[in-house]
Structures are given as structure tokens and as C-alpha cells.
């Protein structure tokens, strides 16, 4: 499995801590908040879609419990994951699929003892099985339920849109139809700080992997940790701070406009209050920092307002509106 990608690849760093999901998920969960896994779902043309499958604590995995409440019943909605996009999830490239109101009852039993997928000897990635190795019906508390008759609602999805969901609402995902178009979509897992991540574990098994724990952490996403059950990494593997604070989103874009003007004006040296037309700017110049702004920041500035505000600084204010609301 492509577990925890976010120690390693700094826009997933950045992603887990993104100001949108986190409005969302401190509305639902409270402010002090750990991601304690990330994972990425790759669906390639004509491959099969994610079994029907109820997740409350992991112990799916190889009969431990992952994630443990202390504060709260075993049973409280204490994880979400949220789902992202990375490309568009429609039926044919395999989006995700709900049991509206499943969450209520357990029509999974993720203790029971089950003959596919505990015994770790395969590689998920060569068995035919629905669940990365697992026959997750092996886990049905009936097992003549059938899960295709409980109403289930797809999902679709643009590229950079996410569903929020706990694991308990069971789900699915359908196959990917298509001979061309690869669906990927990045899970981040989060859960309030009373929650023990891998309790007492050293390591666990899941999906014919052995996963060593000695180096693993959560990272705290928001709010304060006053339960110190947990290890918290506050950097990524490459030494960069897990943060997504307006400051530093501020900073950020200020540097990327600065690069895109300073290209285009052909002026490294290109001061953040310089004004464009003292360093030899025109109105074709102005047209692609406009249509570079678009492409690559996704914001647009009329001409009139970029030639008003031709520094910068002018530049980076006036279209910070814009990407407030783009930040939700
Ligand atoms: O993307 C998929 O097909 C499955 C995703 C999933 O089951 C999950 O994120 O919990």
C-alpha cells in the first residue's frame, strides 16, 4: 500500500493541511485534530473498483485495532477520511460509491476470523481479490446482504474535489471502464487527539505488508495535543514545517507572483514594489502575466486592474479576494 506519502512528497505535506478540509473537519470533529494516515488510490483503466467494505478500527487488518478512542465510545464517529480527487472520479474511471446511512449499523464485523488477506503472504498489488487482497464479504455479518440493494449513491468528483465520510458509512468505489484515463485519489485519515493511533503496536499487517512503526508519527493538522498518547512529527522527511497557515499562503504567493512577473519582465532582480513599466514593461507583457496568473495560480485579474496595480505588491492585494475565497 502507498501509506503516509505525505512524510515524503511536500505538496501532500501541504495537502493534508489544507484550510478548506480542516474548516470541515474541525465543524465535525472539534478543533484538535491528528492525520494519522494518508493513502493513495490509484484505479487504471479497465481495473477493478474497491469492494463494498465498513471500516471502524482497522482491526480488519490482522485482528488489531489501529485507532482507539479514549475519551469517547468505541463506536463514536471519531475517524473521517477525506477523499481528494486527483483527477476526475466519474462511474466510467471508477468514483466512490456510499451506503447512505450505513454508518448506523454494522453490517461488517472487521474481528471476525476470515481465511483471505490476514496471513500476509502475497503482494496485494498480484491478487484478484476486491479489497487489495482482502474478500472483505468474508466480514459481512449476514452474509446474504447484498450490498447492491441498499440504495448506494456515486459519488462523482472534478480533479481537486473532495468527500468527507467516516469509514463506518460503508463504501466502495466502481471500476474504472475506461481503456485511457487513470483514476488517482488521495485519502487523508483524521481523528481527534484523545484517539490512540496503533496502540501499544510495534508494528502491524495489513494488505501482505508488515508495517515497522519505530519511526511512525500522526501530525498534529490543528489545534493542541493535551493527551500526549501519540508520537507528533512536526516536519516532513524533508525538514520542511507541516503548516498551511495564511502567513506563510501569503508568503508563498507572493513569491510565485514575483517569479511569473520577474520572468516575464525579464528582470530577476525585480523589486516586490518596482513598478513593471519602470523596468521596461509593455502591454504584451502585461497580457501574459495576466494569462500566467490565470494558468498557473488560477486567478484572474482584469487588464485594467493589472495595469493599475503594476507592482508586486499592488498585484499580490488586489487579487488576494480572489484567492481567499479560492481557500474557503
Ligand atoms: O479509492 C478507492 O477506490 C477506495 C478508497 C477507500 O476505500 C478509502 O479511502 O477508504
Redesign the pocket.
Known amino acids: 500500500m502507498n501509506y503516509d506519502r505525505h512524510f515524503d512528497i511536500p505538496e501532500l505535506s501541504r495537502h493534508i493541511m489544507h484550510p478548506t478540509i480542516l474548516k470541515y473537519l474541525r465543524g465535525i470533529l472539534g478543533a484538535d485534530l491528528l492525520c494519522w494516515r494518508s ?1 493513495w ?1 490509484a ?1 487504471f483503466p479497465g481495473g477493478r ?2 469492494e463494498w ?1 465498513q471500516v471502524r478500527d482497522y482491526s480488519y487488518t490482522d485482528g488489531n485495532p489501529l485507532i482507539v478512542p479514549t475519551q469517547t465510545d468505541w463506536n463514536a464517529y471519531i475517524d473521517l ?1 477525506v ?1 481528494t480527487a486527483f483527477t476526475p472520479a466519474t462511474k466510467e474511471t ?1 468514483c ?1 460509491r456510499f451506503l447512505p446511512g450505513s454508518h448506523k449499523k454494522y453490517y461488517y464485523d472487521e474481528k471476525k476470523s476470515v481465511s483471505t488477506g490476514r496471513n500476509g503472504d502475497y503482494q496485494h498489488t498480484q491478487t484478484d481479490t476486491g479489497f487489495f487482497g482482502y474478500d472483505f464479504s468474508e466480514f459481512k455479518v449476514d452474509p446474504s446482504w447484498d450490498p447492491e440493494s441498499a440504495n448506494p449513491v456515486d459519488m462523482e468528483l472534478q480533479a481537486g474535489e473532495c468527500v468527507i465520510f467516516t ?1 463506518s458509512c460503508a ?1 466502495a ?1 466502481h471500476n474504472n471502464s475506461t481503456e485511457r484515463q487513470t483514476r488517482l ?1 488521495i ?1 487523508g485519515r483524521y481523528v481527534p487527539t484523545h484517539v490512540r493511533v496503533y496502540p501499544d503496536l510495534e508494528k502491524y499487517n495489513a494488505h501482505g505488508e508488515t508495517f515497522d512503526l519505530t519511526n511512525y508519527a500522526t501530525v498534529l493538522v490543528s489545534g493542541t495535543d493535551t493527551y500526549d498518547h501519540n508520537k507528533i512529527r512536526t516536519t516532513n522527511n524533508r525538514d520542511q514545517l507541516f503548516s498551511f497557515s495564511q502567513a506563510e499562503e501569503k508568503k508563498t504567493m507572493l513569491n510565485a507572483i514575483h517569479k511569473i512577473c520577474a520572468d516575464v519582465l525579464n528582470y530577476p532582480e525585480l523589486k516586490m514594489d518596482e513598478d513593471f513599466f519602470d523596468v521596461g514593461g509593455h502591454s504584451l507583457m502585461m497580457a501574459e502575466i495576466q494569462r500566467q496568473l490565470h494558468d498557473d495560480l488560477k486567478v484572474h485579474i482584469n487588464m485594467e486592474s493589472l495595469f493599475r496595480n503594476s507592482s508586486v505588491i499592488k498585484l499580490s492585494k488586489a487579487i488576494q479576494p480572489t484567492l481567499t475565497a479560492q481557500m474557503g
Open positions: 493513502e488510490f484505479k473498483g474497491t467494505h477520511t477523499w471508477a466512490m469509514a463504501h468505489s485519489a485519502s
